[in-house]
């Protein structure tokens, strides 16, 4: 018998679930008293883990239990083991009742205003019994990835950038669209046919900030004009505060086609007809490469597919 077939048949998941609450308490006795067991019991689990495994897992610290790079490489894995078994679960209850299932989808704010609620709709069409699960998601990748890797969600629906994928992610492109200059119907801008970019610095501005990925792409866009990035009047990174000022028709934005055609707002903003050239970033479905995903996220990225394709965007 070779050493894994050994630690295999002594290692149990009610071990691996109690060093995850040790680690994750700072504490035996707060995660014995959260599993429901002694302490002097949860002790002797861990020991016999580490002699299981010929490792010691844990350090007592004066801040607390702290796991050792031997423990954090089994929690690794173990986090796996549990996430598969979940999806195992979820699985055979999509195989009991193909109707039912229940998906977590991370989505930053300016996705969640449009493009999400086409795709529940859609999967609500024909899947009426899967729960879509909506979290609400930072603009910042490196933020959005650590809940994907901490599996509190399923996927993330986001615009990506290739150097930000990393090799523990797939990115499953729906389209990649260009940045429009917007305004309220109400505006002076909308009676013209033709618009010079330079003839609208002037004008009052909802921007994002200054170290926004989306503001660095459109200060691009002004520099291959000439021109400087014009001063913002409002600094926001809010759906809600874009779609409440435009219709004022005092200011301009940007924002992705994709958010004017599916957002609510679309019959109240419009596009200026004016040469505004961006790089194209993609939207994207971001997953774990190696992770099984359940039913519901699958046919939760079907719907995905099918609601993107008539968008008219370039792949």
Known sequence: MDRTEHVGRRLKLRDLQLLEAVVRWGSIAKAASQLNVTQSAASKAISQLEHAVGARLLDRTTRGVEPTQYGSALLRRGLTIFD???????????LADPTTGHVRVGCPEAGAAGLLPAIIQELRRKSPGIVCEAVWMPAMMPLQVRELRERRVDLILVRVNEPEIEDDLCADILFSDPVLIVAGQRNKWLRRRRIQLSELINEDW?????????????????????????RASVVSTSIHIVNRLLPTGRYLTFIPESVLRFGAMGTKIRALPVDFSTRPRPTAIVTLRNRTLNP???KFIEAAHYVSKPAGVTK
Do not use: C, H, W
């Open 296 to 298: 519901a996220a699958s």
């Open 84 to 94: 598969e078994l979940r999806q195992g679960i979820k699985e055979i209850e999509f």
């Open 206 to 230: 909802i921007l994002t900030p200054p170290d926004s990925v989306s503001s660095l792409v459109v200060a691009e866009a002004f520099r291959s004009k000439g021109l400087e990035m014009p």
